[in-house]
Structures are given as C-alpha cells and as structure tokens.
C-alpha cells in the first residue's frame, strides 16, 4: 500500500503531535491528545474515538499488523514514518511504533457532564499512574463516571492513558475545578455526596448501604487526603474499618475498597 | 561523636552490604540483607529486626538526625561513611545516606511457619512493586500471615522492601516452593483452601462467610493468574463478581478485593 511517507524530524505533523503528547495545554487548546501502542490505538478506534492521524513505522507494520488493520481504517490520515522520527512521539522505552492524534471524547470536554450511577470523585489527584490505576478499577467495577476535582493530572497524557489500558475511552470523567459547583451538579440529580477519610469515628464503608439511591464517594490524595473545603460540601464521612494498621492502606488500595464496596450490593 | 569513618568504596564491608543489596542468593546464603532509608531503617530497629551496622553520611546525620537517633542504638556497628562511598549501596535515585545490614527476620527464614487467621498465598508473583504493595495492604487488612508460593521474587530486595512500607518487619512471610507441601501445612491447620479464578461460573467472593473458621486465598501473578496445579490443591474456586470489564482489574487490585473481603466481616 503507498502510505504518505515521513522521514524528516522536522514535519510539521511530528511537531504538532509530540506536542500533543507533551503539553497538556496543548491538548485543552486544540482538544487532541496523542496515544500511542498498538493495543492502546485499537482501543481508541474501538472506542469510537476520532482518529485525524495515525503514525506508524516499518516494523510495527511487520510485528503489529492485525492492529494497525483494525487502526488504519478509523484513521482519516495514514503516515509511515522513520524510526527516528517516531522516536521524537514515544513517551516509552520500547516504542510499538504506532501513534494516533485523536480529538479529545464528548465525555472529557468540559460542560458534557453524561454520568449516572455510582461516581468517584478524586480530588488534587497528581500522579499520573494512580489515576490511571484508578480509571481502570472503576471501569472494572462498574463505576459509572469519575470526576476528577481541583488540580488533578490531565487525563489524556500519555501516562494516564497506559495506566488506564484505555478505560478513559470507556468510562465517563468530568473534570471540574470548583467543588461547590461539583456538589451543586451533584445534588441536583439527587446523589448523596460520600467523603472518605482516615477517621475511625466516621461510618464504616460496610455500614453504608448502597443498594438504594444514587451515591458519590470523594477520594483525597496520597499525601494529604481530602481538603476541608471537600469534607464540608459532603453529606455523610466515611471510612474504611481495618484490623491492621491503617497508614499502610496506600491511596490506590483504598479507592479500590470504596469503589467495590459502593456496587458490591449490586447483585450481578 | 566519633564514629569509624569510611571513605574508600573498597571497604570490605560496603562491598559485603552491597552485595546483599544486589543478590538475593547472598541475602539467602548469609541470611542477611540490606535495608535503606531512615524511614525503613528505623521501621526495622523498631520492629525488633537485628541491625549488625548502620552506615550513614553526614548528610543524613544534618537532616535525619532523629530517625539516626532511634536506629543507631540499635545497631550493633556505626559507620559514617562519605556521599561516593553510600552511592555504592543505594538503589533509589535520591538517596538519604541511611543503610543498615540486618538479619533476616525468623518469619522469613525456612522452616518458621508461625502464622494464623486470614491467609493470603501469592503464586509467581514477580515484580517486586506488586509485591511490596500486596504486603502493604495485608498488614492494612490485618491478614495473619502472606505465603510466596513457588517463584516469587524476594521480599528482601530493595524494591519490595521500599513498595511495602517495611510491612515485610511486621507481618509473617513464609516462602515455600512446594504447592503439595504447602497445602498439606494448611490443611493439618484446618485451613480451607480458595483458588482465586476470573471464572463468572465459579462462587462470588461475597456469597463466602469468612467469619468462621480458618481461610487461605491463593492469588495467581498478572500474566498467568494461578497454575493448574495450585487450582487443583484447593477446596474452592472463588471470583470477584464484576459489574464492568473484568480484564480491567489488575492483579494488586484484585488481590486488595479479596484480602479486604476475607477480613470484611471481622467487625472491628
């Protein structure tokens, strides 16, 4: 096939898609972001992401070939590009070789806030590999949308979206800088708002029946948990009861406990 | 004070704590191992773990001198040793020039299997991040006692040491390659044995009462999830019931469900 070849580090399309991947700025201002591997770029095109440009190199046509049959067709522009030129968009230490510039999903534009069902929300969640941890628990848990509170990491950088295996495409995250406004649009569809702190005088997660109504649980950072300002825009605290000693719960296994605990009523 | 300084990076002794550091065959042969950090190190004088020397810089002396003041009583040698010399023996890239040399702990050496309540039995669990994190979240969850089964990675390596927070100094750590022999000990205990399966047609984690009686889950590594033959040792197959993709749980996500679910019902 005469795919349109790129052999110059210095293409104008390479630029703008590294740029992609390195700035999050960028990404907002043009709502595009870069993904990169063959599984990940699949799962976009399957995911029904808007693919503008897929880059590839020679040997991803040879090792990755059944992927990029599935990812070339989705694609409105198809480039193969050198290795060194491929080399200026990877993020990783062994490169697939296989990069998408896709617009930014509905569900991560700001003001398309399509959610329902059990919500996580993560405030001033800065590492990349947790939130994408966290986005692919909730996907496997049945969450229905994760809100993504104050100063969190951007979910479409490349290390949120390895981390993720690609949940972000799957499942609903809203990204919302003020928490009044969170818990305004929260209580507007009737949730009940959940904060989740290291407080053995706070109801027990297993107390809490989640079986009936709509819930929302907000989940703080590693280092400083939730701020009092999202403590206090919460109807009920709680916490989760531990036999052994509780600072070793790091912040990932404790979102994986509220997450379960909030479906694990649901009965499938 | 005046304590014996170190400044060639021949030194007998760092080359010695250096090679625990780097061989598990050397921790396993001299059933010692090196521990780093003044958080760790001070985690190991306080759980009782022998310390036969403490090498720190005078850096760590300015700004750790109150971990240094716990852990260097407990050290049965102290050795200020000079930045060039320390890098030998750090594995972290910033290191706090705090090292100790330690006596592996009873509970870890062959042949000690003291454990009780809750058990947990990692299978070919190899990355030390993972590791270290499960032994994390079973000193949360209050698990008595976390097998290694067959080709673990050493729990004594600097990375599983650092991922589990020094839990590996307070829980119970048994390795055993045997899964026959494993089994036998558990079951002359009147442990009931559960294979952890991602299999909808085996029992759901939360229809089994773990409020009775003696429970050990066996938990599979990332790639493989449990061999055939581990499957076989057990009573029952059990599953993480999923509302979402189950593909999408990983293993130290998984492993953090079933542990908090053996301990869920314990009513503390």
């Not at 580090?9 to 700025?25: G, T, Y």
């Not at 997660?205 to 009092?228: M, P, R």
Request: proline fraction near 3%; include cysteine; aromatic fraction near 6%.
């Amino acid at each position: 096939m005469g795919f349109e070849h790129i052999s110059s580090r210095r293409n104008k399309l390479i630029r703008e898609a590294a740029a992609l991947a390195a700035s999050a700025e960028r990404r907002r201002e043009e709502a595009r972001f870069l993904c990169e591997g063959a599984r990940l770029c699949e799962d976009a095109a399957r995911s029904g992401v808007q693919i503008d440009r897929c880059f590839f190199t020679e040997q991803a046509q040879r090792r990755y070939g059944e992927y990029l049959n599935r990812i070339l067709p989705a694609a409105q522009e198809q480039f193969l590009v050198e290795e060194h030129v491929a080399d200026l968009l990877s993020s990783t230490r062994n490169s697939q070789g296989i990069f998408c510039v896709c617009e930014t999903p509905e569900n991560l534009k700001q003001g398309k806030q399509a959610f329902s069902g059990a919500c996580a929300v993560l405030e001033n969640l800065q590492d990349p590999g947790n939130l994408g941890t966290v986005l692919r628990t909730a996907e496997a848990l049945g969450i229905g949308c994760v809100f993504l509170l104050g100063d969190c990491c951007d979910p479409l950088s490349p290390k949120v979206l390895r981390a993720s295996m690609g949940a972000v495409f799957r499942i609903s995250v809203v990204a919302e800088t003020s928490p009044v406004r969170l818990r305004d649009l929260l209580k507007r569809r009737g949730y009940t708002l959940y904060a989740a702190v290291p407080d053995a005088a706070a109801s027990p997660v297993t107390a809490i029946d989640f079986s009936e109504g709509l819930h929302a649980v907000l989940i703080g950072n590693e280092g400083n948990g939730l701020t009092k300002e999202a403590v206090a825009l919460c109807d009920i605290r709680l916490t989760i009861p531990m036999a052994g000693r509780a600072e070793s719960l790091n912040a990932s296994a404790a979102a994986t406990i509220l997450l379960w605990e909030m479906n694990r009523g649901a009965g499938y």
